[in-house]
T-cell receptor, first 118, second 114 residues
Framework: AQSVAQPEDQVNVAEGNPLTVKCTYS??????LFWYVQYPNRGLQFLLK??????LVKGSYGFEAEFNKSQTSFHLKKPSALVSDSALYFCAVRDGGPFTGGGNKLTFGTGTQLKVEL | DAGVIQSPRHEVTEMGQEVTLRCKPISGHNSLFWYRQTMMRGLELLIY????????DSGMPEDRFSAKMPNASFSTLKIQPSEPRDSAVYFCASSPGQFNEKLFFGSGTQLSVL
């Protein structure tokens, strides 16, 4: 089974400060990891993904995430937060196999509300 | 491209009534997903299709829920009969291929069952 945990319901940060939104995962095979963002009354939007390769992944809007296999983590980061980054952030995982049966079944975390204040 | 289009945007109905949610995926996308979002349970995958064929419906909560994809450009999620606990936001998403993990989400249908 695959699962993902986002330990913080809410993260508050001042504009201009660095931000981190935490995510840990559990899979039996290789993890495929993702971050999505949801703005009010909208669907989720893809930010970035890790499949293989460099542990530091860069994505949209200046966000990046670091894959840490030993800690089974995939934390989302941004060097300097903006008020416009305030939104709900979801981490997601898919078991990349082997023996997963294929398919594209993502498991999402419960979400972390990011609030960036002036 | 207009993105994934869902209708209606909001639906209010009474318990026992049939509800049909509609989705038009992005043209050329081969995979389509139905998710349900609630405060209590977060984002749950209900069912997904690849090339119009249901691949995994293990997330469909009960027999009251059914989903169809008669062609590549249209899918429906039906609840019959509806119950108050079905109240949630229902999202449709599509992706270019079965193994392409970048999902494109619609704006969702806010369902309220009274």
């Amino acid at each position: 089974a695959q699962s993902v945990a986002q330990p913080e319901d809410q993260v508050n940060v001042a504009e201009g400060n660095p931000l981190t939104v935490k995510c840990t995962y559990s899979v039996s095979g290789n993890p495929y990891l993702f971050w999505y963002v949801q703005y009010p009354n909208r669907g989720l939007q893809f930010l970035l993904k890790y499949i293989t390769g460099d542990n530091l992944v860069k994505g949209s809007y200046g966000f990046e995430a670091e894959f840490n296999k030993s800690q089974t983590s995939f934390h989302l980061k941004k060097p300097s937060a903006l008020v416009s980054d305030s939104a709900l952030y979801f981490c997601a995982v898919r078991d990349g196999g082997p023996f997963t049966g294929g398919g594209n079944k993502l498991t999402f975390g419960t979400g972390t509300q990011l609030k960036v204040e002036l | 491209d207009a993105g994934v289009i869902q209708s209606p945007r909001h639906e209010v109905t009474e318990m026992g009534q049939e509800v049909t949610l509609r989705c038009k995926p992005i043209s050329g996308h081969n995979s389509l997903f139905w998710y349900r979002q609630t405060m209590m349970r977060g984002l749950e995958l209900l069912i997904y299709f690849n090339n119009n064929v249901p691949i995994d419906d293990s997330g469909m909560p009960e027999d009251r829920f059914s989903a169809k994809m008669p062609n590549a450009s249209f899918s429906t999620l039906k609840i019959q009969p509806s119950e108050p606990r079905d109240s949630a936001v229902y999202f449709c998403a599509s992706s270019p291929g079965q193994f392409n993990e970048k999902l494109f989400f619609g704006s969702g249908t806010q369902l309220s069952v009274l």
